[in-house]
């Protein structure tokens, strides 16, 4: 059982670049969710997606462009990276928010933007 | 808004401890908390999930517990062992229209030979 799979797992772009971090989950779950991890900040939400063409804010979105086409994708789109957005990137998902389902992570997208 | 708060945020303890790691939250409208495991360069790890109706968890040598009234969630590690090293995160999620998880910046914990 795959999981939730973030790839690439190590990035390097320059200022101004733009590229896409996948993510994909294969438990057939709703909810889908992107996170930024800064020291000394935590884990901060970027966006959301409750489930197929349905997205929203998190607390971070400048920046960053979602979409969910499918319940199995949702990737988060940087549409011209600055040395603010280096940062691990975790895509998680879980069944149901709603109903307080487990959360699932992925093992992470480690940006560098120079 | 919510907000979590992990005290203490590193912890050296001596191999064979019982050790405590301490999670509050000021919204008490949660469906659960959660409480995950981090590796250095790793993901996140899902160690124990308690539902808002539930007053505890056990898995193992985990066994975490929940308190709404006081906002406060525990996380207790029997015999702890050198592979228990690890920074360990709680988060809450929330009711009512946000459903997201907020977490807890972390208690990062080192276990001596």
């Known amino acids: 059982n795959a999981g939730v799979t973030q790839t690439p797992k190590f990035q390097v772009l320059k200022t101004g670049q733009s590229m896409t971090l996948q993510c994909a989950q294969d438990m057939n779950h709703e909810y889908m969710s992107w996170y930024r991890q800064d020291p000394g900040m935590g884990l901060r939400l970027i966006h959301y997606?409750?489930?197929?063409?349905?997205?929203d804010q998190g607390e971070v979105p400048n920046g960053y462009n979602v979409s969910r086409s499918t319940t199995e994708d949702f990737p988060l789109r940087l549409l011209s990276a600055a040395p603010s957005q280096t940062s691990v990137y975790f895509c998680?998902?879980?069944?149901?928010?709603?109903?307080?389902?487990?959360?699932?992570f992925g093992q992470g997208t480690r940006l560098t933007v120079v | 808004k919510q907000e979590v708060t992990q005290i203490p945020a590193a912890l050296s303890v001596p191999e064979g401890e019982n050790l405590v790691l301490n999670c509050s939250f000021t919204?008490?409208?949660?469906?659960?908390l959660q409480w995950f495991r981090q590796d250095p360069g790793k993901g996140l790890t899902s160690l124990l999930l308690i539902q808002s109706s539930q007053r505890e968890q056990t898995s193992g040598r985990l066994n975490a517990s929940l308190d709404k009234s006081s906002g406060r969630s525990t996380l207790y590690i029997a015999a702890s062992q050198p592979g228990d090293s690890a920074t360990y995160l709680c988060?809450?999620?929330?009711?009512?229209?946000?459903?997201?998880?907020?977490f807890g910046k972390g208690t990062k914990l080192t276990v001596n030979p």
């Open positions: 919204d008490s409208a949660i469906y659960n």
């Open positions: 997606s409750v489930g197929a063409g349905i997205t």
């Open positions: 998680a998902s879980s069944y149901s928010p709603r109903v307080g389902t487990e959360a699932f």
């Open positions: 988060a809450a999620l929330n009711q009512g229209g946000s459903e997201k998880l907020v």
